[in-house]
């Protein structure tokens, strides 16, 4: 899908320099897939002290019924 961007040059080419990507579409969408990624683990970490846990549960019992 072609999508017209207004995306600074200058920024552009310091993303090109810093990696290997030959083209503004492959910076592009490394770019896309690095921020996805960060915001994924972003919201992981806000679940962090947001979900009770069974203070007796002993996963060693687990592992060893397996």
Request: aromatic share 8%.
């Amino acid at each position: 899908m072609a999508t017209p961007l207004n995306i600074n040059q200058a920024l552009l080419q310091e993303a090109l320099a810093l990696d290997d990507q030959q083209t503004i579409d492959a910076v592009v969408e490394t770019a896309l897939r690095e921020y996805i990624q960060r915001r994924k683990r972003l919201k992981v970490l806000d679940l962090f002290g947001t979900i009770d846990y069974d203070e007796d549960y002993d996963y060693k019992q687990q592992r060893q019924q397996g």
